[in-house]
């Protein structure tokens, strides 16, 4: 049986492949005319006929003898440059930089040049900015003239990402290779999963990460935070016991007055088994997209597999959303405006909500967003080849991901499109009807094909879809806090701002 994703991938390729090591006679004989470019970079015998004619225009031209062709040569450097390549794109954008002794103040926040508070010349603008307002690294589109990413003042930051959600096809960010740092975090990282048990001899200990993580000293500050439990009468949804959820309002900017914000439910990552609303790198989190976002953050403290199988998480979720829709008048939230998010399984729960609430019919939803998300739980690595070549990838080793989802599905459940979301676009109603998707995918995360998969079933459903690849970052890289976690998170509050923008 052919395989699904590398037909997909064939597909998509375009265009007649002409190899570089093919002799230029042999292609020429391709074709049933040619034609002599007059802008060659040598001498022919053509161009010297024409002079030696132009030089002697009295003179009647003499018959030339034929001459015994000459064996074909190896190609050199300069055979190389009659194929013409293709140019490298033009920097036609690239801006002039602002002489650095034309000012002594950052054109943003006014601050004075100093020795320790240098000057940045801005890269797409060219302006001259302090070290705070010109510290973002961004990939410019290659109309400026850089192949890598760059440092950009924070408004030409989100003018470059408002001009990528606007697009719709597929962007990809090279990141420059994997860093030391989140070598660090990974080995770190399989260290703690190996303490919690996350093996077939492993005491299961879903405390260890918690245990790990700190604290902040000084939390990043909203204008509220509501921990709640809704029990089982608060909740209209079948079987569902009751859970907590943690309500965050964004902080005020200066003179501004309270007023109804558009609503996120986010599902936080932890294999389905560990984690919750109170660990600080979701917390932080969730106060970061809050703010950023300017909307109101329902994080969702789901039930915990082992203990509740499936379909427990993926109800608590849908659940969730109905109510924060139905009482979003007590934390000043719009319920027309109300959108689903995740990372890696919380992108799976965020994928499932949207399901349930088109097969529903409620509540209507006006976007959805999936970072790194777990589209399939089935444990066959040979069918998607991300899941081959990075079996033992960064953050994510494929022997945890074959743990953590047979405790969290049985084996009959797995084609269950509530659990495996990609299984739907193979149902009767496809995945027409979901809202507009955006989703971030990373290069060597194992759960890349997957994503990507999903978003090329979105499209032949008629979604709408934005999708960002990171090429070399890993799966869970959106909460570790490296330059592409924060270019990420800017780029998902800022789409976010464009998905609550329009009402359904």
Same mark, same amino acid.
């Given at each position: ?30 074709? +049933? ?125 989100? +003018? ?345």
């Amino acid at each position: 049986m052919s395989n699904p994703l590398n037909s997909s991938l064939a597909e998509e390729e375009e265009g007649e492949f002409v190899s570089p090591f093919a002799r230029s006679d042999n292609i020429a004989t391709t074709t +049933t005319t040619t034609t002599t470019s007059n802008t060659l970079s040598y001498p022919t015998e053509e161009k010297q006929q024409e002079e030696q004619s132009s030089s002697q225009q009295e003179q009647p031209t003499q018959p030339q003898k034929p001459k015994r062709k000459k064996p074909a040569q190896p190609k050199t450097d300069t055979d190389a440059s009659t194929t013409e390549p293709a140019a490298p794109p033009v920097a036609s954008k690239k801006p002039e930089w602002v002489p650095d002794n034309s000012s002594n103040k950052c054109e943003m926040c006014s601050s004075t040049f100093t020795f320790l508070n240098r000057r940045h010349h801005c890269r797409r603008c060219g302006h001259l900015f302090c070290g705070d307002c010109c510290s973002l690294n961004t990939s410019l589109p290659q109309e400026y003239g850089y192949t890598e990413r760059v440092k950009v003042c924070s408004k030409c930051f989100t +003018t470059t990402i408002n001009e990528r959600a606007l697009e719709e096809t597929t962007i990809t960010m090279n990141v420059g290779g994997v860093s030391k740092e989140t070598k660090v975090v990974s080995g770190v990282h399989k260290l703690l999963l190996w303490r919690m048990g996350a093996h077939d001899d492993g005491e299961f200990n879903r405390d260890v990460f918690d245990s790990y993580e700190n604290q902040p000293s000084t939390p990043i500050p909203v204008s509220r935070v509501q921990d709640l439990y809704l029990d089982g009468n608060d909740l209209d949804v079948q079987g569902c016991s009751g859970f907590r959820v943690r309500v965050y309002n964004p902080a005020l900017e200066p003179g501004e007055k309270p007023t109804t914000y558009p609503i996120l439910m986010w599902f936080h990552s932890g294999g389905f088994v560990s984690k919750s609303i109170q660990t600080p790198s979701i917390d932080g989190l969730c106060r970061l997209l809050s703010n950023q976002s300017r909307c109101v953050v329902v994080s969702v403290d789901y039930r915990l597999a082992p203990e509740n199988m499936f379909p427990a998480a993926a109800l608590d979720c849908f659940a969730a959303t109905c109510w924060a829709v139905k009482k979003a008048a007590t934390f000043d939230g719009d319920p027309t405006r109300i959108a689903v998010a995740g990372d890696s399984v919380g992108g799976n729960l965020a994928a499932a909500v949207a399901l349930m609430a088109r097969d529903k019919e409620t509540p209507r939803l006006c976007g959805q967003v999936l970072v790194c998300p777990i589209l399939d739980l089935k444990r066959n690595e040979e069918k998607y080849y991300t899941r081959v070549v990075h079996n033992d990838g960064y953050l994510m080793p494929m022997s945890y991901f074959k743990w953590f989802s047979s405790k969290y599905c049985r084996e009959a459940d797995i084609e269950n499109p509530y659990a495996s979301p990609l299984k739907a676009a193979t149902s009767t109603k496809a995945l027409c009807g979901l809202p507009v998707t955006h989703m971030i995918t990373a290069g060597f995360d194992p759960f890349c094909d997957e994503g990507e998969l999903y978003i090329k079933k979105l499209r032949q459903s008629g979604v709408k879809v934005y999708h960002t690849r990171y090429t070399n970052s890993p799966h869970g890289f959106f909460a570790i806090g490296l330059d592409e976690s924060n270019e990420a998170l800017m780029e998902v509050s800022i789409i976010l701002k464009y998905m609550f923008g329009s009402k359904k």
